[in-house]
């Protein structure tokens, strides 16, 4: 791995970098991008005339992230709806894509880089994209990709990836990082160690949940005070295991009071189908009254900091799983599988330990459990929580400095802009200390 950047020198011109993404969904990497520019605001007081990243979004579908930018005042820049079987939507995306460099370059403000989110975006949009850099001697502006999902070699977006090139790499996490399908991709792509960076999602702390708030909720969900309340909130992807913890919680029918709410929106036709099969199946079960099905909230942290624990017991490897982190900011112990970015948030401290075998005792981190994926095992790491509030308390103290440890967004979007002056070859200057306080040399003795 290459040695860490250093912080980017205070002062000079900022950095300008246009996110390039889909948007046409809502999940972890929409709100990255919402942070992004939120911490970028903070940075440069909002009109990046300082130091820092300039950041701008490029985007194909008009939708609740493209409303959600503007209302916070970024410049977004509308590519169209692009459709893989419909290849000229592609090609005018791309040619909207490079006006709109054009016009930056033309306006005395070019993009020092280009970023496209996801496998998706390079291999539609970014094929062909050699724009000019606006320096006057026809150099291409740098293309970086940022991998968010763990990579599938088979898939088209991955190798229509590979053909549209990039000259630089960022992984959301170091599992992510380490796969052979990683490999594979800088192979590919040609990427030296040095354009290659680990930038993990940025997130912020919540702000302390009010105790009026939390009772509020718990009382809206029926929960009692004594009740032991188990909160999950994922889109509904095979991948986030809902059936699994639903199987689960179906072992711990006969245990002491506690309920489940499931937060998340269906946003396709197979995720509904599947939340109708989830609440059949809950039935079967003999736990659909002590369910609770949320659908799209927008006060998920509230949620969070209402919860006794969290679980998310993913049955494949999730890339990094933002969600785990929002969790332990809020001092919810966390209950998930020892695979993928949820085992690399929640092993602080533990050494590297394989996967738990079915019917052998979960892996125990400073903030929260690791389990088998095993619908026992699940139920046995929850069962070990809701009889055990002392332990519960000692997991969630210990759940915001975890979480800022990984995601403080200062210091991510500190990562980023050293990475991309590196990688574009824009360091950042650092201003000329005024002649007035500058120290007489010394006269010689």
Not at 17 to 46: P, W
Not at 318 to 325: I, M, N, P, Q, S
Request: aromatic share 6%; with cysteine.
């Amino acid at each position: 791995m290459p040695p860490a950047d250093p912080p980017p020198a205070a002062g000079g011109a900022p950095f300008r970098l246009l996110h390039v993404y889909s948007g046409n969904l809502y999940g972890g990497v929409e709100r990255l991008l919402e942070t992004l520019h939120a911490c970028g605001s903070e940075q440069d007081g909002g009109d990046g005339a300082g130091g820092g990243l300039r950041q701008d979004f490029a985007l194909c579908f008009r939708g609740r992230l493209s409303e959600r930018l503007r209302a916070a005042g970024a410049r977004v820049t509308e590519l169209g709806r692009v459709r893989r079987v419909e290849p000229w939507t592609a090609l005018w995306a791309r040619r909207r894509l490079a006006a709109a460099l054009r016009s930056a370059a033309a306006a005395g403000e070019p993009y020092d880089a280009v970023l496209f989110h996801s496998f998706w975006s390079l291999a539609l949009l970014g094929t062909g994209l050699r724009a000019d850099s606006g320096e006057g001697r026809g150099s291409a502006i740098p293309r970086l990709l940022w991998v968010h999902d763990d990579p599938n070699p088979s898939h088209w977006t991955f190798r229509g990836a590979v053909r549209a090139g990039a000259d630089g790499a960022i992984f959301n996490s170091e599992f992510v990082r380490g796969r052979p399908a990683s490999r594979a991709l800088l192979k590919g792509l040609t990427i030296s160690e040095d354009r290659v960076a680990v930038v993990r999602p940025p997130a912020p702390a919540p702000p302390p949940a009010a105790a009026e708030r939390r009772a509020a909720l718990r009382a809206e969900l029926g929960a009692e005070p004594d009740d032991v309340l188990i909160l999950t909130a994922a889109r509904f992807e095979a991948c986030k295991g809902h059936e699994l913890l639903l199987d689960a919680l179906g072992r711990l029918a006969n245990e002491r009071r506690w309920i489940c709410a499931f937060a998340g929106d269906a946003q396709r036709p197979a995720e509904r189908a599947r939340v109708a099969a989830l609440r059949t199946r809950a039935e079967r079960l003999n736990v659909g009254n002590r369910l609770r099905w949320l659908g799209h909230r927008d006060d998920v942290p509230d949620l969070m900091a209402a919860a006794d624990l969290y679980c998310q017991p993913n049955v494949s490897p999730e890339a990094f799983g933002l969600t785990f982190v929002e969790a332990l900011y809020a001092g919810c112990p966390v209950v998930t599988t020892a695979i993928g970015g949820g085992r690399e948030i929640l092993r602080a401290g533990l050494p590297e330990p394989g996967l738990p075998e079915p019917g052998l005792p979960a892996l125990h981190g400073p903030a929260g459990r690791l389990t088998g994926i095993d619908p026992a095992a699940v139920a046995e790491a929850l069962r070990s929580l809701i009889v055990d509030p002392a332990r519960r308390r000692r997991l969630a103290a210990a759940g915001p400095a975890r979480a800022a440890a990984l995601c403080d967004p200062q210091a991510r979007l500190a990562e980023l802009e050293a990475f991309c002056r590196r990688t574009a070859g824009r360091p950042a200057v650092a201003p000329l200390r005024p002649a007035a306080t500058r120290r007489p040399t010394p006269a010689a003795p």
